[in-house]
């Protein structure tokens, strides 16, 4: 038992910090998008949507970032791992949101075609690339951080940013 609470208490360490930044961010995010529709238009999630984002994508994080090929430049600086990183994230990023369209779009319409067309003409919209943009340069920003923590140690970065 003692073992399974360390394990526990390992994991919402690890878990708990990119689950909070990822929830202010994707509320900024989810902000911006009903910001940026006319008025009268319904905004395609609600800032629950996003909470539950965040836990999808802090999680999604943490369990990337066991897998062995995720740190593939150890011995190189450190720009070469967030990258390579940012590139995997962001190609998750971009799948997970196609599903999103594709699913809602299914559920609501009711014929998968009809789903595939509508999500491909979603995803063609500016308002769709905005947020993207945005979702982007938020994973680049939390892969910068949690990397540069990985490098020089907690306490060192907590010391640096807060004195």
């Known amino acids: 038992m003692p073992k399974l609470l360390k394990w526990l208490?390992?994991?919402?360490?690890?878990t708990i910090p990119a689950i909070i930044y990822f929830a202010i961010t994707f509320t900024l995010v989810h902000l911006s998008?009903?910001?940026?529709?006319?008025?009268?238009?319904?905004?395609?999630?609600?800032?629950?949507?996003?909470l539950i984002g965040a836990l999808i994508a802090g999680k999604i994080i943490i369990i990337a970032d066991s897998l062995p090929f995720i740190n593939a430049f150890p011995n190189k600086p450190l720009i070469y791992n967030i990258f390579w990183k940012f590139s995997i994230y962001g190609f998750f990023?971009?799948?997970?949101q196609a599903l999103d369209f594709l699913t809602k779009a299914t559920m609501r319409?009711?014929?998968?075609?009809?789903?595939?067309?509508?999500?491909?003409?979603?995803f063609l919209s500016p308002l769709c690339w905005s947020i993207q943009i945005w979702v982007l340069m938020l994973f680049f920003i939390f892969v910068v951080?949690?990397?540069?923590?990985?490098?020089?140690?907690r306490h060192?970065?907590?010391r640096i940013l807060f004195g």
């Open 9 to 14: 208490e390992t994991e919402a360490e690890r």
């Open 33 to 50: 998008q009903v910001l940026s529709r006319p008025p009268g238009d319904t905004p395609y999630t609600g800032y629950l949507g996003a």
């Open 93 to 96: 990023a971009l799948l997970v």
């Open 109 to 122: 319409l009711g014929d998968f075609n009809l789903a595939l067309h509508h999500t491909w003409h979603a």
């Open 145 to 153: 951080f949690s990397d540069l923590e990985r490098a020089i140690g």
């Open 156 to 158: 060192k970065m907590l």
